[in-house]
């Protein structure tokens, strides 16, 4: 049984970083391909950025040159790590296994002063 769970949102000023984590079990991170979503407010879910099992990553426009996608293999984690957030960085944070289809439950971003 696969299950991702999320941690690491939270309330955050703007121009602040937040690391997001995924921990993954029933499933091996390194041999998957991984992503990061996000779901704000009356939107429709958006991919954020991705790390394929070779780690190459890919990121939305928005979010180039301020987000990190990473992993720990050794620990079986996935990282989301979020410098210089803006307002329009709020969100619920999803982590996803991107072979088998599954989510976490989500992890509440808010950016706000």
């Known amino acids: 049984q696969v299950q991702l769970v999320e941690s690491g949102g939270g309330l955050v000023q703007p121009g602040g970083s937040l690391r997001l984590s995924c921990v993954a079990s029933g499933v091996t991170i390194g041999l998957n391909a991984m992503a990061w979503y996000r779901q704000a407010p009356g939107k429709e879910r958006e991919l954020v950025a991705a790390?394929?099992?070779?780690?190459?990553?890919n990121y939305a426009d928005s979010v180039k040159g301020r987000f990190t996608i990473s992993r720990d293999i050794s620990k079986n984690v996935v990282y989301l790590q979020m410098n210089t957030l803006k307002p329009d960085d709020t969100a619920v944070y999803y982590c996803?296994?991107?072979?088998?289809?599954?989510w976490g439950q989500g992890t509440q971003v808010t950016v706000s002063s």
């Open positions: 790390i394929s099992s070779l780690r190459n990553t």
């Open positions: 996803h296994d991107r072979l088998r289809g599954y």
